[in-house]
Nanobody
Framework: QVDLVESGGGLVQAGGSLSLSCAAR????????MAWYRQAPGKQRELVAM???????NYADSVKGRFTISRDNAENTVYLQMSSLKPEDTAVYYC????????WGQGTQVTVSS
């Protein structure tokens, strides 16, 4: 059994910052990719940022320069530092982990007010 425990998120004004974290707990083997996705109301889930086991990162164009993804391999934890937040960043953010199979977190709400 593997659980992804997310924390962070909440309500912030436009231009503000928030941090998310996600820890993989349980019997999980070598983790390849860790990522954050988001889903806004009425929209499809989209990739926000991804980091590989080697530290390579990939970002959605809409968040480049504003969001930073990082990971602690020893703790099986991934972080997302979000700054210069915009109302269009409002969504439920989901943690994703790929090892022998994929795992998803339960989601955490991020709301950016204008």
């Amino acid at each position: 059994q593997v659980d992804l425990v997310e924390s962070g998120g909440g309500l912030v004004q436009a231009g503000g910052s928030l941090s998310l974290s996600c820890a993989a707990r349980g019997s999980i083997f070598s983790i390849n990719r860790m990522a954050w996705y988001r889903q806004a109301p009425g929209k499809q889930r989209e990739l926000v940022a991804m980091v590989t086991s080697g530290g390579s990162t990939n970002y959605a164009d809409s968040v480049k320069g504003r969001f930073t993804i990082s990971r602690d391999n020893a703790e099986n934890t991934v972080y997302l530092q979000m700054s210069s937040l915009k109302p269009e960043d409002t969504a439920v953010y989901y943690c994703y982990t790929l090892s022998n199979r994929s795992y998803w977190g339960q989601g955490t709400q991020v709301t950016v007010s204008s």
